[in-house]
C-alpha cells in the first residue's frame, strides 16, 4: 500500500502553472519524496526527487514543507502534452528498490 | 526513449498458455525491475534483479519467474496464464542496487512496456 495521498484529478489551463499536492504525513527522516508520471500507457517517466530541501530541475519544481509531511510538484508553464497521471512515491534511503505507486493525480492540461 | 527496451510491443496468447517477455537495460545499468499494471491494481512491483541475482521481490506470483542473464538483459517467464494476467508489463533498470546507494543511483528508467492479452 502506498504511503502517500493525492487527490484523483485536477485540471490545468495550457500555459499556466500545475501545482500538484501529495500528502505523505508519516515519511520517516531517511525516506526520499519521489515523482513519476506515466503519459497514456507508456512507461513511467522520472520527473524529480527530493529529501527535505526544494529542488528544481528542467521538468518541475517539488517543494516540501518543513515539516516534510507534504509536497508539491509544480510544472511552471503546463502544456498539453504534460497531460499524465503523476505519482507521488515515497522511498526509503535504506531499501529503496520497490517503488509503491498509488493511484496518482490524473492531470488534464485544457487549451 | 529511456534507452531501455522490451519485447515484445504486443502478445496475445491463451489461458494455460506460457510466455517469456524479455527486457534489455539502458547500457551500465545493473539492476532491472518488472511491475506489472493492471486495469484494477495500478502499478505493482514484481521484482528486482541486479548483476545477475535476486534482489528484492513484490507481488509476484508463484507462477511467475525471472532472471537477468551475463549481459544483464532480463526475462519474466508467466506460465499456466490467466485471464487475470492480461496486464501492462513494464520493465525498468537503474545503475545502482537500491539499498543504501545515493538515490541517484537508483532511479529507475521504465521501458514501454509489453501488453498481455490472455483469450
Known amino acids: 500500500d502506498a504511503k502517500t495521498t493525492q487527490p484523483p484529478s485536477m485540471d490545468c489551463a495550457e500555459g499556466r502553472a500545475a501545482n500538484l499536492p501529495c500528502n505523505h504525513s508519516?515519511?520517516?527522516?531517511?525516506?526520499?519524496v519521489y515523482w513519476y508520471r506515466q503519459i497514456h500507457s507508456q512507461g513511467p517517466q522520472y520527473i524529480i526527487h527530493g529529501l527535505k530541501n526544494n529542488e528544481t530541475n528542467e521538468m518541475a519544481s517539488l517543494i516540501i514543507t518543513e515539516d516534510r509531511k507534504s509536497s508539491t510538484l509544480i510544472l511552471p508553464h503546463a502544456t498539453l502534452r504534460d497531460t499524465a497521471v503523476y505519482y507521488c512515491i515515497v522511498r526509503s534511503y535504506y531499501n529503496n528498490n520497490d517503488m509503491r505507486f498509488g493511484a496518482g493525480t490524473r492531470l488534464t492540461v485544457k487549451p | 526513449d529511456s534507452g531501455v527496451t522490451q519485447t515484445p510491443k504486443h502478445l496475445i496468447t491463451a489461458t494455460g498458455q506460457r510466455v517469456t517477455l524479455r527486457c534489455s537495460p539502458r547500457s551500465g545499468d545493473l539492476s532491472v525491475y518488472w511491475y506489472q499494471q493492471s486495469l484494477d491494481q495500478g502499478l505493482q512491483f514484481l521484482i528486482q534483479?541486479?548483476?545477475?541475482?535476486?534482489?528484492a521481490k513484490g507481488n509476484i506470483l508463484e507462477r511467475f519467474s525471472a532472471q537477468q542473464f551475463p549481459d544483464l538483459h532480463s526475462e519474466l517467464n508467466l506460465s499456466s496464464l490467466e485471464l487475470g494476467d492480461s496486464a501492462l508489463y513494464f520493465c525498468?533498470?537503474?545503475?545502482?542496487?537500491?539499498?543504501?546507494?545515493?538515490?541517484?543511483?537508483?532511479?529507475?528508467?521504465f521501458g514501454p512496456g509489453t501488453r498481455l492479452t490472455v483469450l
Open positions: 525498468a533498470s537503474s545503475v545502482g542496487g537500491g539499498s543504501g546507494s545515493a538515490p541517484f543511483y537508483n532511479e529507475q528508467f
Open positions: 534483479y541486479y548483476n545477475g541475482e535476486e534482489r
Open positions: 508519516t515519511i520517516s527522516g531517511n525516506e526520499y
